[in-house]
Structure formats: structure tokens, C-alpha cells
């Protein structure tokens, strides 16, 4: 049997969807830029502010902190003033954080300007993957979503190169600076892209939503897919977060906060955080070899992206995180082994290369990608804002915790046991997908809806 969103009609010369998806992909790039980026500047504003160790955590985690409190209060916006003026509002805030940062005279200064670095990071990071899901057909919507975090991969990996290439100079204003330029580029773009036509008819603007579609689809014939989308709103929008906790909703609400939180707990940023540390406990002794192998690490993490761009609209969702997960827990287990046995001393800085390479790139194309395309596609159109918000604040929060326990961790329980117990974490994350984690390959948004509440067809892809 053929998804009936096959019905969905996309010109195959509609290169302005690509051009929808390309744009807004920038907040993915700014979130990577700006999250990687601090590894390489703390050393210097380390030596200008005099920071202790206790002040370089609070520098590096108010990002964090400020993402939490962005992604707490950013559905709201998404929902009233839409996806597209959320956005924008974002691209201001990253650029007066990067100007703000690059200035800042002291460290009070700096600490404000990472929290609204932080906001702006912890609004894209939901809303881009919300508004590239709900402009893009069916069929390609998963590669299109994991556009942005291909983006994300992307700016990490510059941000690293741009930090070593900065790192002479001592240039760490310029490292934090430069980020205004991508915003800048997305504040300008998103003003000429259009609204999200799910988020126009949820407003009555149907009218305007057609318009949009026929553009971004390429052809004349969308009175379906409208159809569709007015049919799935059956109750009005959302004002509160009290809806999240209706029986109705419970499923998503499950699906996106699990995941959020395996997303961060099997720890991924100890890596992209730390990795020139883990390197240097390793054995790699030349701190350029670590930043080298880091930056090796990095790129894996792109090149897996483009694989999981390539597989997931084919193979779906469910076996990307089904086998990925498997290679995380692999790639962690074996990294602890490495650690436990000291017999391997000579070999251990290869061992541990080779674990973090087969866990980061397992990660790249399972939970990485597959976290933030399934909470896009999983919450009914008149929550979608509330409930990717929930999601996200709840990653960020995680993220928070590994950030800040990572290295008091390997003190109390040593190495082997921190990364044995992320791969722990991760056999959690396995059996949490194997039961609830739902396929949404092929599916319209207003399908998957259906299937979720009980009034669908039934999802021929179970
Ligand atoms: C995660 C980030 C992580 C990045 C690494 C994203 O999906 O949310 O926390 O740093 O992937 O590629």
C-alpha cells in the first residue's frame, strides 16, 4: 500500500523549498558556531579576565543556561507571531550576543552576552527544524529537517578550524564576533522567505497559506495538502502549557522528552566539549595532535550527517536510532574497556580514537539527526511550538548536567565507569525506542497527527 501523501504533488523544479530549507538552516550553523566555538576562546579570555577554573565553567555553561531559557519561552512566539518572526527575532538576538561578547570589557559583561547568545541558540535550535518541517513535502522532509543538523555539524567544525586559525593572534573577540555575520545573513534572508502555511491556516489564513504552497511545491494543485491541514485543527490553538499534559498529547509528550534527554545523557557533548581532553587522558600527549584529532572528530560527525541525509527518508527513522544506538553503546563500552585496561597503554590513545570516531559517528546518524526531526513531526499543529519547546528545554537542561558533571564524574567513579555509564545510558535509549518511538517515513504532518490520536488510517510503514 502507497502513503497516501504520496498525494502531495512537489514540482521537481521547485528549487525555492531548497532555498527555504538552505536559509533557515543558518540558526543550525549559528547553534554549532556558538556552542563549539568557547573551547578555543576560553584559553585566552581566560589570561585577559584572570578567570578561575570555577569562572571559565560559569562562562561556558551560561550558554547552556541561557539555551534552556530560550527554548523555555521561545513556543510561545512560535505559536502567536509564528515560526518565521521567531526566527528573525532569534537572528537579532545572535547578533547583538555576538557583537555584545566580542566587546565586553569585563567578565559581567561577557557573562550577559553568553546568555543572550544562549537564548538565541536555544530558540533556533527548535524553531529552524519546526519551520523547515512544516514548508517541506513528505517524501524529503527528513532530509531537509536534518539540513539543519547537518548545519549544526558544519558550524561546530568551523568553529574549531576558525579558533585554530585565530588562536596566533589571540584573536578570541574575533572568534565570538564572527558569528554575526551567518545571523546577520539569516535576519535578512528569513525576512524574504514566507510564513509556514501550517502556521497560516492555523490563523485562519488560508488564503496566504495557498499562496505559499504553490510557491514552495512548484505547482497550482494544493487544495489536498489545505485540506488536509484544516481538517487535522479541529480544536484552536494551544494557549498554555497545561495542554501538554492532556491524555491526548501524553504519547508526544513521552516521544520528545525521552528522546531529548538520551540525546544529551549518553553524552555526546563530553565529546564535542572535551574531546582534546579525552584525547590528552589518552595518551596524546601534544595538545596540537588532541586539537587535530578533535577537529577529526568533528568532521566525521559531518560526513555521518550527509549519510543520515541520505538513509532517512529511505530506510526511516526507527532503524537509523535502532542500529546507531547499537554503535553508540559499541563505541562507549569499548572506550571505557580501553581506559580499564591498562595492559593497552601504548595502544590506548588509538584505541580510544577509534571508539570516540565509531560513537560519534554512530551518534551522527542516529540520535543527532533523528532527536530533532521526529519532535518537528510528532506534536499536533495547535501545540507544535509548546510541545518542540518542552522538548528542547529539556535537551538543553540535560546537556546542562552532563556539561557540568562530566569532569567531577570521571574523579568519583574514573574513567572506564563514566563512559560505561553513558553506554548504559544508551541500552535505556535502545529499549525506549524499540517500544515507543513511532515511524513517521512518508507520512504527512496531518497523517502522523492522525496516527498519534487515534483517527488516522493506519500507518502502512508499522
Ligand atoms: C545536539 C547537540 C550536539 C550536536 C553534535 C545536536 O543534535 O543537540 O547537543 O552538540 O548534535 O553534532
Same mark, same amino acid.
Given at each position: 500500500?502507497?502513503?497516501? @501523501?504520496? #498525494? ?5 523544479? *521547485? ?16 547553534? &554549532? ?8 576562546? =576560553? ?17 561556558? @555553561? ?30 537579532? =538576538? ?27 541558540? &536555544? ?22 529537517? *536534518? ?5 549544526? !555539524? ?23 564576533? =564572527? #558569528?554575526?555575520?551567518?545571523? #546577520? ?20 489564513? !488560508? ?10 511545491? &512548484? ?11 484544516? /481538517? ?11 495542554? =501538554? ?24 557533548? %563530553? ?5 582534546? !581532553?579525552?584525547?590528552?587522558?589518552? &595518551? ?20 555521518? %550527517?550527509? $549519510? ?38 601504548? #595502544? ?52 546542562? $548536567? ?33 517500544? $515507543?518511538?513511532?515511524? !513517521? ?7 502522523? /497527527? ?13
Amino acid at each position: 500500500m502507497q502513503p497516501e @501523501s504520496s #498525494a502531495i504533488r512537489v514540482s521537481k523544479k *521547485s528549487s525555492f523549498l531548497y532555498i527555504v530549507a538552505g536559509i533557515s538552516a543558518l540558526g543550525g550553523l549559528l547553534f &554549532g558556531y556558538d556552542t563549539g566555538v568557547i573551547s578555543g576562546a =576560553l584559553l585566552f579570555i581566560k589570561n585577559d579576565f584572570h578567570l578561575t577554573t570555577f569562572l571559565q565553567e560559569i562562562v561556558v @555553561s551560561f550558554l547552556l543556561i541561557g539555551a534552556v531559557i530560550g527554548a523555555t519561552l521561545g513556543g510561545i512566539p512560535a505559536d502567536r507571531i509564528g515560526r518565521r518572526a521567531t526566527i528573525i527575532m532569534s537572528a537579532i =538576538l545572535f547578533i547583538v550576543g555576538a557583537i555584545g561578547t566580542a566587546l565586553a570589557p569585563n567578565v559581567a559583561w561577557l557573562l550577559v552576552g553568553r546568555i543572550v547568545v544562549g537564548i538565541a541558540v &536555544g530558540v533556533a535550535s527548535f524553531v529552524t527544524p519546526l519551520y523547515i518541517s512544516e514548508v517541506s513535502p513528505p517524501q524529503i522532509r527528513g532530509a531537509l529537517v *536534518s539540513l539543519n543538523q547537518l548545519a549544526i !555539524t558544519v558550524g561546530i567544525v568551523v568553529s574549531y578550524l576558525v579558533d585554530y586559525a585565530l588562536a596566533g593572534i589571540e584573536g578570541w573577540r574575533w572568534m565570538l564576533g =564572527l #558569528a554575526a555575520v551567518p545571523a #546577520a545573513i539569516l535576519a535578512v534572508g528569513m525576512w524574504f522567505m514566507p510564513n509556514s502555511p501550517r502556521w497560516l491556516v492555523s490563523y485562519n489564513r !488560508t488564503f496566504q497559506a495557498r499562496i505559499v504552497l504553490q510557491r514552495i511545491r &512548484g505547482t497550482e494543485d494544493v487544495d489536498q495538502e489545505i485540506q488536509d491541514i484544516h /481538517e487535522s485543527l479541529v480544536e484552536k490553538h494551544s494557549k498554555n502549557w497545561s495542554e =501538554l499534559l492532556n491524555p491526548s498529547i501524553r504519547p508526544a509528550l513521552i516521544v520528545g522528552v525521552g528522546l531529548a534527554a538520551f540525546q544529551q545523557l549518553t553524552g555526546i557533548n %563530553t565529546v564535542i566539549y572535551y574531546a582534546p !581532553t579525552i584525547f590528552q587522558m589518552a &595518551g596524546f600527549k601534544s595538545a596540537g595532535v588532541s586539537i587535530l584529532a578533535t577537529v577529526g572528530v568533528g568532521i566525521v560527525n559531518v560526513l555521518m %550527517t550527509l $549519510v543520515a541525509i541520505w538513509l532517512i527518508d529511505r530506510v526511516g527513522r526507527r532503524a537509523l536510532l535502532l542500529y546507531g544506538i547499537i554503535g553508540m553503546v559499541i563505541g562507549l563500552g569499548t572506550l571505557g574497556l580501553a581506559f580499564q585496561l591498562s595492559a593497552l597503554a601504548g #595502544a590506548l590513545g588509538w584505541i580510544a580514537a577509534g571508539s570516540l570516531m565509531l560513537y560519534i559517528g554512530s551518534f551522527a546518524v542516529s540520535l543527532g539527526p533523528v532527536f530533532w526531526l521526529l519532535v518537528s513531526e510528532i506534536y499536533p499543529l495547535r501545540v507544535r511550538g509548546l510541545g518542540m519547546s518542552a522538548a528542547s528545554m529539556v535537551n538543553w537542561g540535560t546537556n546542562l $548536567v552532563v556539561a557540568l558533571t562530566f569532569l567531577t564524574l570521571i574523579d568519583i567513579v574514573g574513567r572506564p565507569g563514566t563512559f560505561w555509564l553513558y553506554a548504559f545510558v544508551g541500552i535505556g535509549a535502545w529499549i525506549f525506542t524499540y517500544f $515507543v518511538v513511532p515511524e !513517521t517515513k512518508g507520512r504527512t504532518l496531518e497523517d502522523i /497527527e492522525a496516527d498519534f490520536y487515534g483517527t488516522g488510517k493506519p500507518n502502512p510503514l508499522n
